[in-house]
């Protein structure tokens, strides 16, 4: 017979290498959507060098961290996926592999005028996640980057082996509040939202076109061919697609995103979502009182939409349909939702 148990050490071992993945999968935000962030309370805030132990990671941090800039009437050169890479071939064809700190003379020269610039880059918005903890921002979770993944064309599904891969773009806790006010919203921009346990979550429509403009920045961190590639190989432990960019260049960090093409028509036909929403009632509102429009989630929620499910992450602000005694609903997205009242703010 056949020991259905395993010997102590293959069990040890076999314990260790369980724990080492989910060790391997970050803790990030529950974040599935841009909010205003009050950045009063962070201990970063005035520390745009971060945590970071060394000299080139202090530079490269405190890069990323740069404020808000005002590029109205600046004149700024537009990219698109392919004039992106040619654009910064030249210093990639020097440097593959290479880190920041071990750059010649010749190439500091380079790059210091290329990280100065402000550039535009238009591409297809196919994902967005909130970044893990990184030192950049103090190891914080919940003041995170918000990684965009742009492509040339736009895909109808989650990145996956055989794709290209992205030009990587990256909203800051800097520059975020400027980004959200200026009505941009990741649920109607990208066509999946990754999760904070790392699944692919669709947000029933494709991927919109957009305008990214922001700082250059080359993120040699992310330099060696595991991070840099024109074809998605593989999934790490982590459940990050490898290579997961096309060059270490990123713009890092957004200062204005722009849709760069009208929205998608919404279809003729709206489905039936089970079970039916209930028909709103209206509360009376004291005389002089005018009826609340809005309400904030405080409780993420998940939805029925057209492609399957999406949730309406907590901190997102909504138009308010109408309401009865224990639901309200609202408007979000391409659609209206029956959502509970204890997940808002709504008094």
């Not at 996926?81 to 020269?109: C, E, I, S, W």
């Not at 003729?268 to 009376?284: E, G, I, V, Y």
């Amino acid at each position: 017979m056949i020991s259905r148990t395993l010997p102590g050490s293959l069990a040890a071992l076999t314990i260790l290498a369980s724990a080492c993945a989910f060790a391997a999968r970050p803790t990030i935000s529950e974040d599935r959507e841009l909010k205003v962030i009050d950045l009063t309370s962070w201990d970063c805030r005035d520390r745009p060098e971060g945590t970071a132990k060394t000299p080139d990671g202090a530079e490269r941090n405190r890069l990323k961290n740069r404020p808000n800039a005002d590029v109205g009437g600046m004149k700024i050169v537009s990219l698109e996926t392919a004039t992106f890479l040619r654009y910064v071939a030249p210093f990639d064809a020097q440097t593959k592999g290479t880190r920041r700190k071990d750059l010649t003379t010749t190439q500091r020269r380079q790059l210091d005028p290329l990280e100065k610039q402000i550039v535009s880059f238009t591409g297809y918005l196919v994902l967005a996640y909130a970044g893990p903890p990184e030192s950049t921002n103090c190891g914080s979770t919940d003041f995170h980057d918000w990684h965009l993944e742009l492509f040339e064309k736009p895909l109808d599904h989650a990145p996956e082996i055989g794709d290209p891969t992205p030009v990587i773009c990256e909203i800051t806790p800097r520059t975020q509040n400027g980004v959200y006010r200026d009505q941009i919203r990741m649920q109607s921009l990208a066509a999946f939202i990754r999760a904070p346990d790392l699944t692919i979550e669709p947000t029933g429509h494709a991927a919109r076109k957009i305008r990214v403009t922001g700082y250059l920045l080359w993120d040699d961190e992310h330099n060696g061919a595991a991070d840099v590639g024109t074809t998605i190989r593989s999934f790490a432990a982590n459940g990050y697609h490898q290579p997961w960019r096309s060059t270490a260049w990123e713009i890092h960090p957004v200062i204005k995103i722009e849709t760069a093409e009208a929205a998608p028509p919404v279809p003729a036909t709206t489905p039936t979502l089970t079970p039916p929403l209930p028909t709103p009632t209206t509360k009376t509102t004291p005389s002089g009182v005018a009826p609340k429009q809005f309400v904030t989630i405080t409780v993420p929620v998940k939805i029925k939409i057209l492609y399957g499910e999406t949730v309406i992450p907590r901190g997102t602000r909504v138009r308010i349909v109408g309401h009865g005694a224990h639901t309200v609903t609202v408007s979000y997205l391409d659609g209206t939702y029956a959502i509970p009242i204890e997940s808002t703010d709504f008094r």
